[in-house]
């Protein structure tokens, strides 16, 4: 079993920049693919940005390209979600996600094992 704590979300202006945290316990997530998701009230739960296994590929929402960016620290079995020039539109609850030795289809929601609790983040205009 792996447990993921999610931290890091809170109140921003628009413009503004977040860092999300995504904290695993349990077992390490050096052989885990690993995503971010959201879903914002009243919608579907919509894919963020991932990354794979290996931490050689990543993928990215087309809302989210060149504003968010997605790492992984093995050592501190942390995975990361940097958030630049938010917009309102970025508002939602924020998931993490993880699936062992996943290379391939990480934007589907239905791949993912485990997934955290979320955090919320809130985008002001």
């Not at 052989?31 to 919608?43: C, E, I, S, T, V």
């Not at 940005?49 to 504003?67: E, H, L, P, Q």
């Not at 996943?102 to 809130?122: D, K, N």
Request: a positive charge; glycine letters at 12%; aromatic letters at 12%.
């Amino acid at each position: 079993q792996v447990q993921l704590v999610e931290s890091g979300g809170g109140l921003v202006q628009a413009g503004g920049s977040l860092r999300l945290s995504c904290a695993a316990s349990g077992h390490t997530i050096s052989l885990y693919a690993m995503g971010w998701f959201r879903q914002a009230p009243g919608k579907e739960r919509e894919f963020v940005a991932a990354i794979s296994w290996s931490g050689s590929n990543t993928f990215y929402g087309d809302s989210v390209k060149g504003r968010f960016t997605i790492s992984r620290d093995n050592a501190k079995n942390t995975v990361y979600l940097e958030m630049i020039s938010l917009k309102p539109e970025d508002t939602g609850v924020y998931y993490c996600s993880a699936k062992l030795l996943q290379s391939t289809r990480l934007t589907e929601p239905a791949i993912y094992s485990y997934w955290g609790q979320g955090t919320q983040v809130t985008v002001s205009s």
